[in-house]
């Protein structure tokens, strides 16, 4: 991995020789989830991708985002990298309707061994992969936290022994996910990431989801609808492909340098189908 490149991308090059703490981990946490989208608009351009941290890794370099498997995956390499102690879990994000459960779909971070202040046990939840979920990461306490306009609920899991449970404001885009402490590998999450990425009942399949979190809210593009919850709330409907490739470039930092005209024509029309095919 390209330690460097990434701290550059992340625009904190100085943390390259920082000893692990907890504020150099609220540090990293923030200006990952500020300067590098969720986004799965690789399944909408037909380009397959894997689990492999280093694969995302790449990605990420080159200016592009992804979900949970590819963020979390690729953020918990460069931790590990940097001396943090941090330890993947299999997780399950479920939203309305659904019922709790660790499905596997969503790959979860904790980091251990950085008391401060706050938290003085020192293990924290880290997730960059939620969309519009932790903008800082969560001390590992029971518990009620606000970030910006959403408040975020920590508590154990009936779901796992010794598992936790988050539970998403009710403005978010899910209600709650789980999460259990035994340590997980990249190849847990195999399976799932075929089926969320191919799978015509996949949400990510339905639906080209584009986030991006601050302190402030939530900016979102769902197909052709760009919102923002928080401050400088709004809501407006692309209506043009320079419209919305504009927007993935100055609202979500994704100018996709690395997508071709040609590409970026099929992508539009997809785009431009499915939401006539919704308004319908």
């Avoid at 709790?100 to 202040?117: A, R």
Wanted: hydrophobic share 40%.
């Amino acid at each position: 991995m390209d330690i460097p490149g990434y701290l550059r991308r992340l625009g904190l090059p100085e943390l390259e020789h920082a000893a692990p703490s907890a504020a150099a981990l609220r540090a990293l946490h923030t200006a990952h989830v500020e300067r590098v989208a969720y986004e799965v608009l690789e399944i909408w351009l037909g380009r397959p991708t894997t689990v492999d941290p280093l694969e995302s890794a790449g990605r990420i370099l080159g200016g592009r985002g992804g979900y949970c498997y590819h963020l979390n995956g690729a953020f918990s390499e460069l931790l590990a990298k940097l001396g943090y102690a941090v330890t993947r879990h299999v997780g399950g994000a479920q939203g309305r309707g659904e019922e709790p459960g660790i499905t596997g779909n969503h790959l979860v971070l904790t980091v251990s061994g950085l008391p401060d202040e706050t938290n003085p046990g020192g293990a924290w939840l880290a997730d960059v992969g939620l969309g519009d979920g932790l903008h800082e990461p969560l001390p590992l306490v029971s518990g009620v936290y606000r970030q910006g306009p959403h408040e975020y609920g920590l508590r154990p899991s009936d779901m796992a022994p010794g598992g936790w449970r988050l539970d998403h404001d009710p403005s978010g885009s899910f209600i709650r996910m789980d999460f259990g402490m035994e340590p997980a590998v990249m190849a847990d999450f195999a399976a799932k990431h075929e089926h969320l990425t191919t799978s015509p009942e996949s949400g990510f399949v339905r639906v080209a989801v584009v986030q991006r979190r601050d302190a402030r809210g939530i900016d979102s593009l769902r197909g052709l609808v760009l919102s923002r919850l928080g401050v400088g709330a709004d809501r407006v409907t692309l209506d043009s492909a320079r419209d919305y490739f504009a927007a993935l470039a100055d609202v979500f930092s994704l100018p996709l340098e690395d997508v071709s005209g040609r590409e970026k024509e099929k992508l539009w029309g997809r785009l431009h189908a499915a939401h006539e095919a919704w308004l319908a």
